[in-house]
């Protein structure tokens, strides 16, 4: 059989990479945004160890079922859990693999666009673009880049710690609008009313917004 991993260096380059764009556009500051970033940080380093380090998940599934879902376990291709366990094989594992970076291009994509305006609103309240969808675009854009992970590469470790990701930044958002509502009083709680928080209404952009932009204590240092 083959053994399609131990790519440390490209593990390291992985995680470097991915880790310096959320540092450019999350811009954690206080402790409890760095702590949110922990916990993302420990989940692209858990995603990156098994995609080309070691596949532990494909090690403990093995011993629990047998080889039988995975015909050729220790190759690239059968890390994709979705289409192994299924059974669909390896042109399934490449498609499923390819959509998850499909996923992965929005997500970056709000993330960044949020963080211009933030930043570009130098402090003020941000309600327009991806602001006049969501109240928190770069943790939604943060979230579906995990929902591309988990499509591209789902592992037990990333499984289980996708929720708590997902807590956490909520939480963080919640914290944020608490502190935005009494920087900016009516005007914010007249957007929190208007606008969800982080799934977009199919209405959403249709109502008319006003002010520059919203990120809570985002436009000085951070991007929710």
């Given at each position: 059989?083959?053994?399609?991993?131990?790519?440390?260096?490209?593990?390291?380059?992985?995680?470097?990479?991915?880790?310096?764009?959320?540092?450019?556009?999350?811009?954690?500051?206080?402790?409890?945004?760095?702590?949110?970033?922990?916990?993302?940080?420990?989940?692209?380093?858990?995603?990156?160890?098994?995609?080309?380090?070691?596949?532990?998940?494909?090690?403990?599934?093995?011993?629990?079922?047998?080889?039988?879902?995975?015909?050729?376990?220790?190759?690239?291709?059968?890390?994709?859990?979705?289409?192994?366990?299924?059974?669909l094989g390896e042109?399934?594992?490449?498609?499923?693999?390819?959509?998850?970076?499909?996923?992965?291009?929005?997500?970056?994509?709000?993330?960044?666009?949020?963080?211009?305006?933030?930043?570009?609103?130098?402090?003020?309240?941000?309600?327009?673009?991806?602001?006049?969808?969501?109240?928190?675009?770069?943790?939604?854009?943060?979230?579906?880049?995990?929902?591309?992970?988990?499509?591209?590469w789902p592992t037990?470790?990333?499984?289980?710690?996708?929720?708590?990701?997902?807590?956490?930044?909520?939480?963080?958002?919640?914290?944020?609008?608490?502190?935005?509502?009494?920087?900016?009083?009516?005007?914010?709680?007249?957007?929190?009313?208007?606008?969800?928080?982080?799934?977009?209404?199919?209405?959403?952009?249709?109502?008319?917004?006003?002010?520059?932009?919203?990120?809570?204590?985002?436009?000085?240092?951070?991007?929710?």
């Amino acid at each position: 059989m083959s053994y399609d991993y131990g790519w440390w260096p490209l593990v390291a380059l992985h995680v470097a990479l991915a880790l310096a764009f959320m540092i450019a556009y999350l811009r954690p500051a206080r402790p409890r945004e760095w702590r949110s970033f922990g916990v993302t940080t420990a989940f692209v380093v858990a995603l990156f160890t098994e995609m080309y380090g070691f596949p532990l998940t494909i090690y403990l599934l093995t011993a629990l079922l047998g080889q039988a879902p995975f015909p050729d376990p220790f190759s690239h291709s059968s890390g994709n859990l979705i289409a192994s366990l299924l059974g669909l094989g390896e042109g399934w594992a490449g498609l499923f693999m390819l959509l998850g970076g499909v996923i992965f291009v929005p997500a970056v994509l709000i993330v960044a666009s949020s963080w211009r305006r933030v930043h570009a609103a130098d402090g003020g309240l941000v309600t327009d673009g991806p602001y006049s969808m969501v109240r928190h675009p770069q943790y939604a854009g943060l979230m579906l880049g995990v929902v591309g992970a988990l499509v591209q590469w789902p592992t037990l470790i990333t499984l289980l710690m996708a929720p708590v990701l997902v807590f956490t930044y909520y939480r963080l958002a919640r914290r944020e609008e608490r502190e935005l509502e009494r920087k900016f009083g009516e005007e914010y709680a007249a957007y929190r009313t208007r606008t969800p928080m982080l799934l977009p209404r199919r209405s959403a952009g249709t109502s008319k917004v006003s002010g520059r932009a919203d990120a809570s204590t985002e436009g000085e240092h951070h991007g929710g």
